[in-house]
């Protein structure tokens, strides 16, 4: 019921302002009912989870995981860890948990993962234990569906660089296996590999 009035109360808004920016300085009009349900639609088809949230499923669980940082095109030697994905909001907002050692330093984290009915892409933001920053990405699955490709601006402030821009590419491999890359773009065309973990269900 709860649901229902604040739907009905954002498509109210939203008529509202429609009609009046249509009609310039005249009063708004009442809606009719085929507008009013012309518009609920719209405002179901942006905020109720649909096919791409069921993407999501493919991080539930817990997993153990290998990390590696490139220097070029050469590995460190892997670092273990354990992350947990979970629901934040069942069908809609993925969290996930982790710990992990990186240059033999450990760290914990946490991601919230979900995709933007508006926007038409998936998003995320990323925090943890080794600075203060918070790291935010988003972008879509490559055509095979076996791919999740997102882009956003991160500060390196061992070098100064601000907003440089930032690509990471979950890989699915299996329902037991996943790999995270993670690519700084401004290297140039070669070697943007800079970090990559390994994902193996428990």
């Not at 956003?152 to 100064?160: L, Q, S, V």
């Amino acid at each position: 019921m709860r649901r229902t009035i604040i739907l009905s109360a954002l498509v109210l808004g939203m008529l509202t302002i429609t009609l009046t920016a249509d009609e310039g300085d005249k009063p708004a009009t009442q809606p009719s009912p085929d507008d009013m349900k012309a518009a609920m639609e719209k405002v179901k088809q942006i905020t109720e989870p649909g096919p791409h949230h069921k993407v999501l499923d493919r991080f539930l669980g817990k997993w153990e995981t290998e990390s590696r940082v490139f220097m070029g095109p050469t590995p460190t030697a892997p670092e273990k860890g354990q992350s947990e994905f979970a629901w934040l909001m069942e069908g809609r907002w993925l969290k996930c948990e982790y710990t992990n050692t990186m240059m033999g330093m450990s760290y914990q984290g946490f991601t919230l993962t979900g995709y933007d009915n508006f926007k038409k892409s998936y998003v995320t933001t990323m925090v943890s234990s080794m600075d203060t920053m918070m790291v935010r990405a988003e972008g879509d699955l490559d055509p095979s569906g076996k791919s999740l490709v997102l882009y956003g601006p991160m500060d390196e402030y061992m070098t100064g660089e601000q907003d440089k821009m930032v690509k990471y590419v979950w890989r699915f491999e299996s329902a037991t296996k996943m790999t995270l890359e993670v690519h700084d773009l401004p290297i140039g065309e070669k070697n943007t590999k800079v970090v990559e973990v390994t994902f193996n269900k428990m």
